[in-house]
């Protein structure tokens, strides 16, 4: 049976992914540094009895060792610019495939930049920000990119007609397709947020958000993205601002993009400006259900080809948290089963982004790309 490491599992965004562990019909294997919260969590998420190991981040052959007869670690203990690097090396050491569940663009670059080397030669994958924002993201902009890259292509897809979607995947490098630009957005509204999402949104509040031009990742102009955007499903257009979503790392290493942009809901970028470390505190560890459950993510992406066609996409589903385990532990999955090469990966490298949206419909997602 396929044994999963979870790493972080006694925090909110832990549990949950042990509990999808668990549904899935896997065996989850709880990694941390305090043996009393993880059978707490294991508890809490309906796994009593799982196996807990106990290890903190200073020792990284502790690390290696708690996860070595595992198949795949899943990180989602953050802020992942502080405590991730080790827990990548670990996996690394032990000779694991990994993913996990950050947003935190500057980390995501470091992780995509310097640990590829090490991957390629202990023979895993390493696959960061399969979250409900990075994960989708990335995967509905590499399809939002051929769209507007091809010029044979035309109408649109989604869900139900995504069996004749072609994306160049699983490489380390741009795919075939060009685009003058890509713009992603987190289109989500306010919503229960839990203190661990708190304290990671400050920390990459705090950091200069980056954009992508001419090959270059360079310091975001704020006054250059668009004042608003048309929102699915929403009559009029929403007011947005830059921010440093985890696309402008991922999108350029399988788009030969000329630029790559994000922007996120202006309101919510108000609401993480205002979050101070007095603030982060006083948010609950866990958020509440019913609000978690009613709250919705919407990730959009918008492509402009070298000959001025344009495609638009979209991916959108309910409860962000819970969809994080659903992603992480999918793409967990999917790394075991094989295909995917050896390194640094971003989610559009790792995996057939049709085929994975299209998982995630069973989940209540649903996505489209259409030419604009």
């Excluded at 795949?72 to 694991?96: D, H, K, Q, W, Y």
């Excluded at 202006?266 to 993480?272: D, Q």
């Excluded at 919705?296 to 000959?307: F, I, Q, S, V």
């Excluded at 050896?342 to 085929?355: H, I, M, N």
Aim: aromatic content about 4%.
């Amino acid at each position: 049976m396929l044994r999963i490491a979870v790493h972080g599992a006694s925090g909110f965004t832990g549990r949950l992914t042990v509990a999808e562990v668990r549904r899935r019909g896997f065996t989850p294997v709880l990694v941390g540094r305090e043996e009393s919260r993880l059978r707490k969590a294991a508890v809490e998420a309906g796994a009593e009895g799982a196996e807990v190991r106990v290890a903190g981040l200073d020792s990284v052959e502790a690390l290696a060792e708690a996860f070595r007869d595992c198949a795949v670690v899943v990180n989602c203990a953050g802020p992942f610019t502080v405590l991730g690097e080790p827990v990548i090396r670990a996996s690394i050491a032990a000779g694991v495939h990994y993913v996990d569940t950050t947003g935190e663009q500057l980390y995501l670059k470091r992780v995509l930049d310097g640990f590829h080397e090490d991957a390629v030669r202990a023979g895993v994958s390493v696959v960061p920000a399969m979250a409900d924002d990075g994960g989708p993201g990335d995967l509905i902009a590499a399809l939002v990119a051929e769209r507007a890259g091809s010029s044979a292509a035309s109408g649109a897809f989604g869900a139900s007609a995504a069996s004749g979607a072609s994306v160049a995947s699983g490489v380390s490098g741009a795919s075939a397709v060009s685009v003058a630009e890509v713009l992603v957005a987190d289109l989500r509204g306010p919503g229960a947020a839990s203190r661990g999402t708190a304290r990671s949104m400050a920390a990459v509040f705090g950091q200069e958000a980056l954009a992508y031009t001419d090959g270059v990742w360079h310091p975001a102009d704020e006054s250059a993205g668009p004042a608003s955007i048309a929102v699915p499903g929403e009559s009029g257009e929403a007011q947005v601002s830059g921010m440093a979503l985890p696309g402008v790392v991922t999108i350029p290493r399988h788009v030969r993009a000329r630029r790559v942009r994000s922007v996120i809901r202006s309101e919510i970028a108000a609401m993480f400006a205002a979050l101070t470390p007095e603030v982060v505190d006083s948010v609950p560890e866990t958020p509440d259900e019913a609000a978690r459950m009613a709250s919705r993510w919407l990730m959009l992406a918008e492509a402009t080809g070298l000959d001025g066609s344009r495609a638009r996409g979209w991916v959108t589903g309910s409860d962000g948290y819970g969809m994080t385990a659903v992603i992480a532990v999918e793409g967990a999955r999917r790394l075991v089963a094989g295909g995917a090469p050896a390194g640094t990966l971003t989610p559009a490298q790792a995996f057939d982004p049709a085929g994975f949206l299209d998982h995630l419909t069973t989940h209540g997602v649903t996505w489209q790309v259409a030419s604009a």
